[in-house]
Structure formats: C-alpha cells, structure tokens
C-alpha cells in the first residue's frame, strides 16, 4: 500500500514537500516513482528513485526545483518542490515496482504496478 500526503494550496514560488509512505513492502531495492496529472492532461513522469541505494534520476522539465530522497527507516519517498509555478497544479501519485530500477527510462508510468491514491497540490497565481 502506498499512501501520498502534503499536497495543498500554495503561492506560485513556494514550496511543498510530498510524501509517499509504504506498508507491507518487501526488503529490497526497487524503484518508486512520482508523477502528476493535471485536467484534462495525461500523467507524465517527474522523478524516480532506488529504495535503498537512492540514485534519483528526474523529468528534465522538473530538474533543479523538485528533489525527491528515500528514508529507508520511515518507509517513506518524499518529493520536494520548490519555486512551484501555476502550471504545477496537479494531482500528484508515487508508485513502485518491485522488479524495476529507477532510471531515465523508468519515469514512464507503465513501469509501475503500484500506485498511491494521489495528494491534490494547486499553485495559485
């Protein structure tokens, strides 16, 4: 199970940390994923990373602003967004595969078998 939080309202150049935590997962190393659907859009990959070995990889678009790290202890993935901008509003969703490790090619999100519920996040203008 995969359970996102702290998603919410914020003014366009703050900042908002997610987290994405786990219950029930295996030991190991395997890759957990952030991505974002805005309306009307399709859900596009921001940033994976290796439960234990870390090694983040991101969206181009998304490279310098957003910074997502894994607290193995808290079973917890988080995705740290600053300087967000309007065009950030999205519903925000982690997700994991347990045979699939986080690289460049692992931000497309028919990779992933697991999805959280998904945290609303709106940068109001």
């Known amino acids: 199970q995969l359970v996102e939080s702290g998603g919410g309202l914020v003014q366009a150049g703050g900042s908002l940390r997610l987290s994405c935590v786990a219950s029930?997962?295996?030991?190991?190393?395997?890759?957990i994923g952030w991505f974002r659907q805005a309306p009307g859009k399709e859900r596009e990959g921001l940033s994976c990373i290796n439960r234990r070995d870390n090694d983040p990889h991101y969206a181009d678009f998304v490279k310098g602003r957003f910074t997502t790290s894994s607290d193995r202890a808290k079973n917890t993935v988080y995705l740290q967004m600053n300087n967000l901008k309007p065009e950030d509003t999205a519903v925000y969703y982690c997700?994991?595969?347990?045979?699939?490790?986080?690289?460049?090619?692992?931000?497309?999100?028919?990779?992933?078998?697991?999805w959280g519920q998904g945290t609303q996040v709106t940068v109001s203008s």
């Open positions: 997700a994991a595969d347990f045979m699939l490790r986080c690289s460049p090619e692992a931000l497309s999100e028919y990779e992933y078998d697991y």
């Open positions: 029930g997962w295996p030991v190991g190393d395997y890759a």
